[in-house]
């Protein structure tokens, strides 16, 4: 491809909104262009470099059996309603209504219309296991788009879903999945890790989410320091025990705590330490409230809340509410006397002895508050979030923790949405069951801009053979020149026989092709320059930044040779 004939608008400023490496070279070079908070226009470079990812995946999906179709992105609320997401997936389900006043939604996801496609047209268990795929647009409404395709409300995704008549077979396939997510992300070059991750609002249970390691990354991985056990930060479970103290129990007291409303604050105020603290939040789980209290240096794990619970939605209680149930504001909350409320503990608080917490009385606190001896508590679970230090989960090491960018995940379903949609197929008995079912899904946009996260130097990206937009740049320095113009094109259509080419053919000065051809990132640059009339063009490999001059009969080969070892 001629670079004269593409649009390529490179920018030699970053953009002002731009905060993150990838977001500011994706626009830059000239790949993306923003048309509204989270929405964006993949230029040619970028469709480039999404095909070749899409093609990875497709290679390493058909090879499992995997069957590519296409969905509609607009899906009836009737399914939504019917699965009963429409109304628990929340604000980010992007709601529209059609000129005969009917309900749809943009697809965040595909799980309803997966499942009643399959419920018309399988019937039996012979045709079990079927696994079916697509790669498509999908959109969610964040209520805070940012770090340019990391997280907006438009994007490309990959996404598959597999149907079976046993657990076993479920199993089996789930494994292939996830050793095909391992091939698609190691054969783009990506440094990544699997975890043990949560399903969120797609449901079901066993999962593991695909990261890419990052500073930047949202998501935050505990693993061990001696083994490969890793997670998300959400799922790590706790395994500390806490040994209690022998020392005597001593007298309840009421102490006045004015404008002390953190566990800093109160910690400091009494002289005692975030540890000897118990942090107490009211959360309402569904529709219930509940009292959940931690240690003071503890933070409480929503996510496994929620998991305790089996509950659809976990969010902490707002103040006028927690005044209403408890009678005081957030920051004086405490289990003691707190009526028409369950209360529930990490474990770490069935050890804390002579303890503080709140009064549930504005500016008090209770000093020397021992659990069971002062207030009940109706479960002992592991409900905090693990640490760095902490032991890890598989008895192998400690734990320490890294940023990650999700850019793959993969589901147990189980029969979640075929039991909500009455999805069945007649068993070997001709009884009626219902389908299990796995979900697997893989961000194609967000993939590409974790590459660039992981690719880059000062001078623009560098692109992985694998993915990048063109194999070669080849730049002719002076187009008006005739012996540079004529080895150029002699080179582009020799060379791109074997390999995609992009040829600077334009009339622009060699300082602007050379920051260009750096910012593009294409893996090998051949300049043709003064030596042409020599047959002599210089080589620059984009990841080294190793140049040399070669002859045109020895291109080829060095090409080819220097392609193979990136």
């Known amino acids: 491809m001629k670079q004269s004939m593409m649009l390529i608008p490179t920018l030699r400023e970053v953009p002002a909104d731009a905060e993150i490496k990838s977001h500011q070279l994706l626009l830059r070079a ?5 048309n509204a908070s989270g929405i964006y226009s993949y230029l040619p470079l970028a469709k480039r470099v999404m095909q070749k990812v899409e093609q990875i995946v497709r290679e390493e999906l058909d090879a499992i059996g995997a069957v590519e179709l296409f969905m509609p992105t607009m899906q009836p609320a009737e399914l939504w309603q019917e699965s009963g997401r429409w109304h628990s997936y929340g604000p980010e389900l992007m709601r529209l209504h059609d000129r005969h006043n009917r309900e749809f939604a943009l697809g965040p996801t595909h799980e309803e219309v997966i499942t009643s496609i399959v419920k018309d047209e399988i019937k039996s268990y012979k045709r079990l296991p079927l696994s079916l795929y ?3 647009t999908k959109f969610r409404d964040e209520k805070r788009p940012r770090f340019g395709l990391l997280r907006g409300r438009e994007f490309i995704m990959k996404d598959a879903y597999s149907f079976h008549s046993s657990r076993e077979s479920l199993d089996e396939v789930y494994d292939q999945y996830y050793q095909a997510y391992s091939n698609i992300f190691s054969r783009c070059g990506l440094d990544f890790r699997a975890v043990i991750a949560d399903s969120g609002s797609i449901g079901g249970k066993g999962t593991h989410e695909f990261m890419v390691l990052s500073d930047i990354g949202e998501d935050t991985i505990a693993y061990s320091d001696t ?4 997670a998300n930060i959400e799922m790590a479970p706790v395994v500390t025990t806490y040994e209690r103290s022998n020392e005597p129990l001593q007298t309840l007291e009421k102490v006045l705590t004015e404008n002390q409303k953190t566990i800093a604050d109160v910690s400091a105020f009494l002289n005692v330490t975030a540890a000897e603290c118990i942090k107490s939040l009211l959360f309402k789980v569904d529709e219930k409230f509940v009292l959940v ?6 933070e409480v794990n929503d996510i496994k809340l929620k998991n305790m619970y089996d509950a659809d939605i976990v969010e902490l209680a707002e103040p006028e509410e927690t005044l209403k149930v408890l009678g005081c504001s957030i920051g004086s909350l405490g289990p ?11 474990h770490a608080v069935k050890a804390i002895v002579n303890g503080i917490c709140g009064a549930n009385e504005e500016d008090y606190h209770y000093v ?13 679970e592991d409900l905090r979030f693990i ?8 008895g192998e090491g400690t734990i320490l923790f890294a940023k990650g960018i999700e850019v793959g995940h993969v589901f147990k379903l189980g029969t979640k949405y075929s039991e909500a949609m009455n999805a069945v197929y007649l068993d070997e008995n001709g009884k009626a069951q219902p389908f299990i079912m796995g979900c697997y899904g893989i961000g194609i946009s967000r993939t590409m801009a974790s590459i660039v996260e992981q690719y880059n130097d000062e001078k623009g990206i560098i692109w992985p053979v694998a993915v990048a937009p063109f194999d070669l740049h080849l730049v002719a320095v002076n187009m008006k020149d005739e012996a540079q113009s004529s080895l150029a094109n002699n080179l582009y259509h020799e060379l791109k026989q074997i390999y995609d080419v992009l040829l600077d053919d334009r009339q622009e000065r060699p300082g602007v092709k050379f920051a260009d051809s750096d910012l593009i990132g294409l893996p090998v640059r051949i300049t043709v320059g003064k030596k042409a009339s020599e047959g002599i063009v210089e080589v620059k490999v984009r990841h080294t930044g190793e140049m040399f001059e070669i002859h045109q009969s020895e291109l080829i080969g060095r090409v080819t040779e220097i392609l193979s070892t990136l």
């Open 30 to 34: 000239g790949y993306i262009r923003q």
């Open 134 to 136: 697509q790669i498509q």
């Open 227 to 230: 083994s490969s056990y890793a």
């Open 293 to 298: 209290l931690v240690r003071g240096d503890h």
């Open 336 to 346: 003691v006397n707190a009526k028409g409320v369950e209360i529930i503990a990490d």
């Open 368 to 380: 020397n508050v021992n659990p069971e001896r002062d207030f009940s508590v109706s479960r002992y």
């Open 387 to 394: 640490i760095e230090g902490d032991p890890s989960p598989d």
